[in-house]
């Protein structure tokens, strides 16, 4: 039925070999998309596009506004917010690693379609033009810059990432979270940094800055987990599905409460 108002809506981007249930099922965003009262959109890959069912996020033609995968997934997005009846200010990306890549760059070109972007596991815009050197950036990290923004600035991102991943390598994280910051990150006051641990006693630093953009002084918010022990991994996540670490802080949750927090057109 129609809901009282217009709710948000999450476009949440699974990882390699993944698809949408097995995703859903995994970070139980379902479940809290019932509790909250939220729309949650699960694209797929295809085999066709990537042979493992990676979004091509390291393919030049999908880094771009208005071409490749990323036209698409905007185009979907928009498709099901004039059917489901979403609130413009209140859309948001998230995914987990190639799916993370993704929702970065979905992020950096659409800024005026998503108010928050969520990145787990993933690698920062920019890191690769080719399967060489997505290779190499997932082996070592990378220090590329990222591509140009779209429409705007960028919105605020929160970013997780295991310090013991083996896929992708952790400094991808940081690299993500410098990116989103800008180059006026330097400037930026101290960042609150909180030490703690999930439940199971998987313990992380959650680290919080405060941005300023270049252009008109407006400020936005971008944090990083760093999950130690953790490996290449959805944290909190269900056994239900693949590439899950129950173990560790629920990232859906905290997502969700980043995502609530940043309403389009606010830090």
């Not at 928009?78 to 009846?85: F, L, N, P």
Request: charged share 15%; hydrophobic share 40%; aromatic share 6%.
């Amino acid at each position: 039925g129609a809901p009282p108002t217009a709710r948000p809506l999450v476009l949440m981007l699974h990882g390699c070999t993944q698809n949408p249930a097995d995703f859903a099922a995994g970070t139980q965003m379902n479940a809290l998309a019932r509790e909250q009262g939220f729309v949650v959109l699960y694209p797929q890959q295809t085999q066709h596009a990537n042979a493992q069912k990676c979004w091509n996020w390291f393919k030049p033609q999908h880094q771009r506004r208005g071409h490749g995968e990323p036209a698409v997934l905007a185009a979907l997005t928009q498709a099901v917010m004039a059917e489901e009846g979403i609130d413009p200010a209140r859309v948001y990306v998230a995914g987990l690693s190639a799916g993370g890549a993704m929702a970065d760059i979905m992020g950096r070109c659409y800024p005026d379609l998503f108010a928050a972007v969520g990145v787990h596991s993933g690698l920062p815009s920019g890191a690769a033009d080719g399967v060489m050197s997505a290779l190499s950036a997932m082996r070592s990290g990378t220090s590329a810059a990222p591509a140009p923004l779209g429409h705007g600035a960028m919105p605020p991102v929160i970013v997780f990432h295991g310090d013991a991943d083996a896929t992708v390598h952790p400094r991808n994280g940081a690299s993500v979270v410098s990116a989103a910051r800008g180059p006026q990150g330097a400037d930026d006051p101290a960042p609150r940094i909180t030490q703690g641990s999930s439940a199971q006693g998987q313990r992380y630093t959650q680290t919080v800055y405060t941005t300023t953009d270049g252009e008109g002084g407006r400020q936005r918010t971008v944090e990083h987990w760093l999950l130690h022990g953790a490996g290449h991994a959805w944290s909190g996540g269900s056994a239900a599905g693949s590439y899950t670490d129950p173990k560790g802080a629920d990232a859906s949750v905290e997502m969700m409460r980043f995502f609530m927090a940043h309403p389009g057109g606010q830090s």
